[in-house]
């Protein structure tokens, strides 16, 4: 276990729904991951946080918002979503300076928009 | 063209054997990083090794091993002493540039391994 953890799990909603995902890490570090995962396709960043300001948008289309109301949570807002939107959402988090590189995943929440 | 490229959509290794997992990457970048994580069914990516473009000997962590090659653009994971609890998808990673706060990462497409008893 990463100490990275993500809710809920599997998540399933219709296109008119409103959902949130929920990622939290308590390891004390700031800078703060969305991927998604889709089948057959490499892993696609979404959003980076940094100290609580976002610092990357990789053109997502804007039913998705991310928050990031602290360091140790980061929100995904999902509304008005399409079948294709359907996969595995990984939040992940490293720390911010200090020579370290590496990005620790949670466990993901599996999404399926009907 | 692709940053990251892994060949091998998927590869059997008898258990205790060893196995070599493929990827090469492409940048232009003199100080980047190259990461390996293993993604179980459950879905969890579990980092497992990571080598720097500075590091002159390759990086070892336990039964893995990066087998790193600059001139050649190449990073491959070795697995010594196969597992069945090793069988999983495999994804190899790059971080342009130097480390920095948004330092995003590129993956590969994959490689699935599956441990045979």
């Known amino acids: 276990e990463t100490g990275v953890t993500q809710t809920p799990r599997h998540l399933v909603m219709g296109m008119t729904n409103k959902k949130s995902l929920k990622c939290e890490q308590h390891l004390g570090h700031n800078a703060m991951y969305w991927y998604k995962q889709s089948a057959k396709k490499p892993l696609e960043l979404m959003f980076v946080y940094s100290l609580e300001e976002r610092v990357e948008n990789n053109s997502v289309p804007s039913r998705f918002s991310p928050e990031c109301p602290n360091s140790s949570h980061l929100f995904l807002h999902l509304h008005t979503l399409q079948p294709e939107d359907s996969a595995l959402y990984l939040c992940a988090s490293r720390p911010r300076g200090g020579g370290s590189d590496t990005q620790y995943f949670g466990p993901g929440t599996r999404l399926t928009v009907l | 063209a692709q940053k990251i490229t892994q060949t091998q959509p998927g590869m059997f290794v008898q258990e205790k054997e060893a196995v070599t997992l493929d990827c090469t990457y492409d940048t232009s970048d003199q100080s980047y990083g190259l990461f390996w994580y293993k993604q179980p069914s459950s879905g969890e990516m579990i980092f497992l090794i990571y080598?720097?473009?500075?590091?002159?000997q390759n990086a070892t962590e336990g039964r893995y091993s990066l087998n790193f090659q600059k001139a050649r653009k190449s990073a491959n994971l070795v697995i010594s002493a196969s597992q069945l609890g090793d069988s999983a998808m495999y994804f190899c990673a790059m971080r342009e540039g130097l480390t920095n706060a948004g330092n995003m990462l590129t993956f590969g497409g994959g490689t699935r391994l599956m441990v045979k008893p």
């Open positions: 080598q720097g473009s500075y590091d002159e």
